[in-house]
């Protein structure tokens, strides 16, 4: 026998609410600070070989990353044979602690807390995250209105 919305019990309305917000709430394609810190291999393990390899210039002239692009537009950064950096820029469909292409800077702020703003190079903001292994920040950029269209993580103690 079919049964409407209204005649299920409570406790099925509730996990049924519990379920939607949690898929909606929780981004699928979203990638942590779990990442932080982990060698090549897993990345490669995890996500199969890189599409693009590269090497790019930290902000040490003595110093540079060893970077894997994946075809949906996630970077990962390698210093001493470990993730220090990621990034989704503004074609990527994945998400970084949460946060997603597109996204407004306002809501993001009300999750995480009131960034730290730099203009000078570009529209940014800085979040810092404690209660990890390294000290970490999540750096959006964003454009006139507050969309967030570019998403870094990383290391702070480079």
Request: avoid cysteine; charged fraction near 20%.
């Amino acid at each position: 026998m079919a049964h409407s919305l209204w005649q299920v019990s409570w406790l099925q309305r509730f996990a049924i609410g519990f379920v939607a917000t949690f898929v909606f709430i929780v981004p699928a394609r979203s990638m942590g600070t779990e990442l932080i810190g982990v060698p090549p291999s897993e990345i490669i393990e995890r996500y199969g070989a890189p599409d693009r390899l590269f090497v790019e210039q930290t902000a040490s002239d003595a110093d540079h990353f060893v970077v894997f692009l994946y075809a949906d537009y996630r970077y990962f950064y390698f210093f001493e044979n470990e993730v220090w950096q990621m990034r989704v820029d503004e074609r990527s469909q994945h998400s970084l602690y949460g946060v997603s292409i597109g996204d407004m800077i306002e809501n993001v702020a009300f999750e995480i807390g009131a960034p730290e703003w730099n203009r000078d190079s570009g529209e940014s903001a800085s979040f810092t995250l404690s209660g990890h292994d390294h000290p970490l920040e999540l750096r959006v950029y964003v454009d006139g209105d507050g969309m967030i269209y570019d998403i870094y993580l990383y290391r702070m103690d480079f």
